[in-house]
């Protein structure tokens, strides 16, 4: 339910009104809009009297929220999240630029690539301690010495820290070394991993699973923010679809209609989306074009000996050319980088 409080309610009612929901077994969130405190109450609460909630001194409304991802929607929060992160605040006018490789191979790679995403205009920095292979005979990441790099390529250039975190056991190791826990899309319906970075004070950025429909993407968002990490990045990486040309099928669609759902800010990966290194300057461009609040990018220096993904890393000029390209198109959104 989405309980609007009258404005000009004093704190201590605010509080008093929570603590009544919640004896109802109800879970309370807050959130403010517009000078007015708005609740969203979820979870069973099958014996509450709502039109006795609505008499409540200090209450002005109580309604249904009326989709099934009650604390990602608009319809509890009308205005974006913005997610502070060093120098990005994603989801504002500024488009948050993520790139790195798709796994942390080496010192020399690592700081490498880090600082030519740094000079090329990135913020934040990618790379995989913890990868998620299709075989288990493929390179599986560094683990912490891969996060220890990470860290320390990054501080060096200025930039933040998103690694992706496959399992429940990795979550406190993980968040001590980066900035944004990235869950992948193999782990986008893994409840067990989601309710743990809810439980986390770091950023998590939710990539879209390979056959989730966006409804699914955010029942996922609504498993983190419901445990009440309410710092959720949501990230489209493509679908799998029955074209075999590209990796995966982008589908831009979804950056319109979960804009139009949700307050979460949105970023595409191209990279996976079309997993063709010549591609992916293309559908970065379309994808901010189309709305997105920012890119993840996979770059690699020498990228035909990259231990995962150099098909479809953009070499470190690439990279710099299109964050040109891309701080042009902003332009003409009114966004900036
Ligand atoms: C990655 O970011 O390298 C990755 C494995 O992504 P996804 O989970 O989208 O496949
Ligand atoms: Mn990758």
């Given at each position: 339910m989405l309980v609007l409080l009258k404005r000009g309610t004093s704190e201590t009612a605010v509080t008093d009104i929570s603590a009544r929901?919640?004896?109802?077994?109800?879970?309370?969130?807050?959130?403010?809009?517009g000078g007015q405190v708005r609740i969203g109450a979820v979870g069973e609460g099958g014996g509450v009297d709502w039109d006795q909630v609505r008499g409540w001194p200090g209450v002005e409304s109580a309604e249904k929220i009326p989709v099934s991802f009650k604390l990602v929607s608009r319809a509890f929060q009308p205005h974006e999240t913005v997610i502070s992160v060093g120098?990005?605040?994603?989801?504002?006018?500024?488009l948050a630029i993520m790139a790195g490789p798709c796994s942390v191979e080496g010192e020399e790679q690592t700081f490498t690539i880090a600082a030519a995403v740094a000079r090329a205009g990135a913020t934040v920095m990618r790379g995989g301690a913890y990868k998620p292979r299709t075989s288990p005979y493929s390179f599986q990441g560094?683990?912490?010495?891969?996060?220890?790099?990470?860290?320390?390529?990054?501080?060096?250039?200025?930039?933040?820290?998103?690694?992706?975190?496959?399992?429940?056991?990795?979550?406190?190791?993980?968040a001590r070394y980066?900035?944004?826990?990235?869950?992948?899309?193999?782990?986008m319906q893994n409840f067990s991993l989601l309710k743990e970075v809810g439980h986390v004070d770091k950023p998590v950025m939710l990539k879209r699973g390979q056959s989730a429909t966006i409804e699914e993407w955010l029942m996922?968002?609504?498993?983190?923010?419901?445990?009440?990490?309410?710092?959720?990045?949501?990230?489209?990486?493509?679908?799998?679809?029955?074209?075999?040309?590209?990796?995966?099928t982008l589908d831009l669609n979804a950056i319109p209609v979960v804009k139009?759902?949700?307050?979460?800010?949105?970023?595409?990966?191209?990279?996976?989306?079309?997993?063709?290194r010549n591609k992916v300057a293309a559908m970065a461009r379309a994808a901010v074009a189309a709305g997105a609040d920012g890119l993840i990018v996979e770059v690699h220096h020498d990228p035909d000996h990259a231990l995962s993904d150099g098909a479809q890393s953009l070499y470190p000029e690439q990279f710099e050319q299109l964050v040109g390209q891309i701080r042009t198109i902003a332009e003409v959104l009114g966004r900036r980088i």
């Open positions: 929901l919640r004896m109802f077994g109800l879970s309370v969130h807050r959130t403010d809009h120098r990005c605040a994603i989801g504002s006018r500024q560094l683990g912490e010495e891969g996060l220890k790099l990470l860290r320390r390529a990054a501080d060096a250039n200025g930039l933040a820290v998103v690694s992706e975190v496959m399992d429940t056991q990795q979550v406190a190791l993980v980066a900035d944004i826990l990235q869950i992948g899309a193999r782990n996922s968002a609504e498993h983190i923010v419901s445990q009440g990490n309410s710092q959720v990045i949501l990230c489209e990486r493509g679908i799998r679809t029955f074209e075999t040309y590209t990796r995966n139009e759902l949700s307050h979460l800010p949105v970023i595409v990966d191209p990279s996976h989306g079309v997993g063709i």
